[in-house]
């Protein structure tokens, strides 16, 4: 757990409180500040478990499909921006991809599975 504590307890918290919206093109957008910078530690962090390819490859392989996933939202919204209408799913699927992000670790370390609302 000492190897992710910094993303857990400080990185990963802080980059998701900057997500802020901005007025886009139109006034139908929004764009998304902060989810690239989110992103980039995202990716840190599967960089980071790398040791557990060798070690635990089945937890790797959980860690490092989620990671991409988020990885890929985050840089997608990033770039194009979101419907006004979506702001509040956004920020739930962005703390969903958090949560499971967390339980995995937590599943890891502690050795039982986290119920998060939508454990996949």
Known sequence: MN?????????????RSDIQFSTGKTEEWYS????????????????????????????????????????????????QGIRKDDSAMMEKKIDDHLMLIFALINQKYQG????????R
Do not use: W
């Open 3 to 15: 190897l992710y504590s910094q993303f857990l307890f400080v990185e990963l918290p802080e980059k």
């Open 32 to 79: 998304v500040i902060g989810a690239g910078d989110l992103a980039t530690q995202i990716h840190k962090l599967k960089k980071l478990s790398m040791f557990f390819k060798m070690t635990d490859n089945e937890y790797y392989l959980k860690l490092e499909k989620e990671c991409d996933e988020f990885d890929e939202y985050l840089n997608k919204i990033h770039s």
């Open 112 to 119: 039982k599975r986290v119920k998060t609302k939508n454990h």
